[in-house]
């Protein structure tokens, strides 16, 4: 079955204590994103990589890395957790192609005390 | 640059019912996709349905279509006899399709809930 597989689905931290939220694809797919998802934003870009160690910044990666050593796996890293990271993380991948959007993972809920 | 608006916080209908969620975007690049995902309470985002700007049709999928008015860059999405399962969080999105050879993200509006009442 292709699918975007996220993980953890919850996760509760304190700040400052550095996690990964682990992304795999079994798509093939070229471009892989992260995104969070806060109440009355929308979903705003975190990272994105367009191929094997490309990635370049969205619109709000403070705070975040990212690597790209695989083609099908995309990690997100907070080397230094804060409350104002708390919110739902969305792994995504997609070909160049416009005419497709992303298939998402499940989600990560994160929240950081 | 491009930008997506959903001015409905909050919208609910009467199961059976029809009910239109609407959505503008802003770009200028001619070439674009339109999206619609739902996102159920258990978090998911689930793809609806697509429509791309050199499409003459509006698309459909199943009781979901979309009404696509391009001058008025518009991209309203119609659910036709509603389900109480329809009850969610409505996402629309855009992504420019422009072939320079860059990455073209994916951005959404800030969403609408839809509240289906028996």
């Known amino acids: 079955e292709a699918q975007v597989t996220q993980n953890p689905r919850y996760l509760i931290t304190v700040t400052g204590k550095k996690l990964t939220v682990t992304c795999s694809q079994n798509?093939?797919?070229?471009?892989m994103s992260w995104y969070r998802q806060d109440p009355g934003l929308g979903l705003r870009q975190i990272y994105y990589?367009?191929?094997?160690?490309?990635?370049d910044k969205g619109d709000v990666p403070e705070g975040y890395k990212v690597s790209r050593k695989e083609k099908r796996n995309f990690p997100l890293i907070l080397e230094s957790p804060s409350p104002n990271q708390t919110s739902l993380y969305f792994c995504?991948?997609?070909?160049?192609?416009?005419?497709?959007?992303?298939?998402f993972g499940s989600g990560t809920r994160l929240t950081v005390v | 640059a491009q930008k997506i608006t959903q001015t409905q916080p909050g919208m609910f209908v009467q199961e059976k019912e029809a009910v239109t969620l609407d959505c503008t975007y802003d770009t200028s690049d001619p070439s674009y996709g339109l999206f619609w995902y739902k996102q159920p309470s258990s978090g998911e985002m689930i793809f609806l349905i697509y429509q791309g700007s050199y499409d003459q049709q509006n698309a459909t999928e199943g009781r979901y279509s979309l009404n696509f008015q391009k001058a008025r860059k518009s991209a309203n999405l119609v659910i036709s006899a509603s389900q109480l399962g329809d009850s969610a969080m409505y996402f629309c999105?855009?992504?420019?399709?422009?072939?320079?050879?860059?990455?073209?993200?994916?951005?959404f509006g800030a969403g609408t809930r839809l509240a289906v009442h028996p």
């Open positions: 798509m093939n797919h070229e471009y």
């Open positions: 990589s367009m191929n094997v160690e490309v990635t």
């Open positions: 999105a855009m992504r420019e399709a422009s072939f320079s050879g860059g990455y073209n993200k994916l951005i």
């Open positions: 995504a991948s997609g070909t160049g192609a416009p005419i497709y959007g992303y298939t």
